[in-house]
């Protein structure tokens, strides 16, 4: 979603300002804009469309060494010019960008427009750039606290006045904030991403909290003024993290990076003595662990198909019920609150607002909610009560490929623990953590033989509608596969439990709809394959990700994609990524914008 940054320093500000956006260009966004000072002027400069559309409209040499920038991902008015921030009051000599919603902004523009304002832009922001005028008597912080009380809704804001030269103010509330710490300069963004390349040192806004800064100092302070000590924090993740690494684009990438990434979130986290798991975060005991007796998990999109596999696995390995469901809906059905259930909130970004509200509302009702989460010091595992960190690294393309392996990873091996505290034996534990340190080298296998899948997307790319089937363990790995594929090229797919299509999504086969099968070696194969005739006996194409020496299956399927044998509950893993890669070359088959596709937003941080 939209993205924001801002800088104070020695350095001229300009090519820091767009640079930084282009580093956010990966949350989504479809317009950019950025405000400088210089000699108690601002100047501003914005365009609808790419950072390289910006870029080529500022000005060479734009004097300056403060200012703000933004990507605006639309939500109020349409994408123009005018629409795109930053956005100033009417005498230009406040600059703001803001992310988040005004919900009241309606009541706050006809106030504003009866004092006499006239509006440039169609946004809800724009009000906010208005109010600080309003407000302002010399003191740009003061102004920007009285401005957000007024406000109902979600921000993150950044102000620059320019009877200020050389200070910045930020604000947050439910739109991420983090300052960096420079030497002799301050950065402020709302991702890490857009300032690793300059410091490593960063403080994280909560909401409510106001940040007033200089190139060399920042005070804190809430909406009372009280100074709030904060701490600082270090930032590990390396700048080559965020580059392509030679791959042509980040999802490529990221899916080669998955056995690293996974070995990663396994790594100091196996106990091979008790053949159990180790999760220091959390924070609770065994004896609190043993009674739990039931696990619900809330998330959205690729986060959600994890929890829904982790839902399997824990059942089976700990026999504790244990279910998915979808944060947005969860909120709103005033949720039964058990005493001993345990909740996980699961989140690449840990900003997504569908999951951090659900994950509020539980916590309102005293109920207990662990994180599993990428981003170190986003919001949910600040709020949580304890929690995973996957450590993928960062995920740049707005497909998420790397994080569901790597959060099924950390669940896995939470099932792990849980079920080791209960029926599972020794023997077993052995046998799990054997299987689960295989998946990487597995996948590694997987990746040296890409060349039948980008084969199958060069035959099947120009179909515009698709089915992904599975069973088990590996129907939320067919939903994803939809997922992945309608994300990535546009292709109309839908994921469905096998057992299913008689029931409905049969009706849509004919010999212009695929069916992407997934059939394993466990008890259900014999019906999927069932399932798979049927397709066939009604000319539907049928592709198939099957078990290395299933001949069966090859026998049928028009296509088959082999991945290397393993136990059962590891299937996910191996048959995830093949899906992934399928769904990679029919977007580049396609000529789509694969790190960026339309319309979505990495990190949702709207309701
Ligand atoms: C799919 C995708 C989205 C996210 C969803 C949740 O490729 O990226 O469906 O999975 O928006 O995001 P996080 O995990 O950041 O909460």
Not at 130 to 154: C, N, P, Q, R
Not at 221 to 238: A, F, S
Request: aromatic share 8%; hydrophobic share 40%; glycine share 8%.
């Amino acid at each position: 979603m939209c993205g924001i940054i801002g800088y104070t320093g020695p350095r001229v500000a300009a090519p820091i300002l767009v640079e930084g956006l282009r580093r956010l260009e990966y949350r989504g966004y479809d317009s950019a804009g950025i405000s400088v000072e210089h000699n108690r002027t601002l100047s501003m400069y914005k365009r609808a469309g790419k950072i390289a559309d910006l870029r080529s409209h500022v000005p060479p040499n734009v004097p300056g060494t403060v200012g703000i920038g933004h990507t605006r991902w639309a939500t109020h008015g349409g994408v123009t010019d005018a629409n795109a921030h930053p956005h100033m009051d009417a005498s230009g000599a406040i600059a703001i960008v803001h992310n988040g919603i005004v919900e009241n902004y309606l009541q706050l523009k006809s106030r504003l427009e009866k004092e006499g304002c006239t509006f440039r832009s169609e946004t809800d922001s724009e009000v906010i750039a208005h109010l600080v005028a309003s407000f302002y008597k010399g003191d740009l912080e003061a102004a920007v606290k009285e401005t957000v009380l007024l406000i109902k809704g979600t921000y993150g804001i950044v102000a620059m006045h320019a009877a200020e030269p050389g200070r910045l103010v930020g604000a947050r509330n439910g739109s991420p904030l983090v300052l960096g710490i420079g030497e002799g300069e301050m950065f402020l963004a709302s991702d890490v991403t857009a300032i690793i390349a300059h410091t490593r040192q960063v403080v994280y806004l909560e909401d409510g909290e106001v940040v007033s800064f200089t190139a060399d100092t920042y005070t804190t302070t809430n909406l009372r003024n009280q100074v709030i000590d904060k701490q600082v924090d270090h930032v590990n993740w390396e700048l080559e993290e965020i580059e392509k690494a030679g791959y042509t684009h980040f999802m490529a990438k990221e899916i080669h990076d998955q056995p690293e990434a996974i070995r990663r979130a396994l790594s100091g986290r196996i106990d091979h003595e008790y053949n159990t798991g180790h999760l220091g975060g959390l924070n609770l005991s065994n004896r609190e662990l043993l009674d739990i007796n039931r696990i619900k998990i809330l998330a959205a999109g690729t986060s959600y198909h994890a929890g829904m596999v982790a839902g399997y696995v824990l059942e089976t390995l700990a026999r504790i019920p244990a279910t998915a469901e979808l944060a947005s809906e969860l909120r709103y059905r005033n949720p039964i609150v058990e005493r001993n259930s345990l909740y996980f909130a699961v989140s690449q970004s840990g900003e997504t607002a569908d999951t951090l509200y659900a994950m509020r509302e539980i916590q309102r009702k005293g109920g207990r909610v662990l994180g599993i989460c990428n981003v170190v010091g986003s919001t949910i595992p600040r709020e949580s009560d304890g929690g995973v960190y996957i450590h993928s690294g960062p995920e740049i393309a707005v497909a998420s490929t790397k994080a569901f392996t790597s959060q099924l990873t950390a669940f896995y091996l939470f099932a792990l623990i849980m079920g080791r505290m209960r029926d599972l034996s020794h023997d077993a534990g052995r046998q799990f953590v054997r299987a689960l340190e295989a998946v990487p080298a597995q996948i590694e296998q997987i990746l040296a033989n890409k060349a039948p899948l980008q084969e199958m997307a060069r035959k099947y790319s120009r179909h515009e509608n698709f089915l992904f089937l599975g069973r088990g363990i590996n129907y939320p790995v067919a939903l994803e596969a939809a997922l992945k594929l309608k994300e990535v090229s546009y292709i109309h797919a839908e994921g469905y439990s096998a057992a299913e299509i008689k029931h409905g999504p049969i009706a849509l086969i004919n010999e212009e709809t695929p069916s992407f099968f997934i059939v394993t070696d466990d008890g259900l194969r014999d019906k999927v394959i069932n399932n798979m005739k049927e397709v066939k006996a009604r000319s539907g194409p049928v592709i198939a990700l099957a078990v290395e020496g299933d001949k069966e299956v090859a026998s049928i399927a028009d296509d088959v994609y082999f991945v290397p044998p393993a136990m059962e509950l590891m299937y996910p893993f191996l048959m995830a990524v093949p899906t992934q890669l399928f769904a990679y070359y029919c977007a580049l088959e396609r000529g789509c914008n694969v790190d960026q596709p339309r319309n979505l937003a990495k990190s949702v941080t709207v309701e």
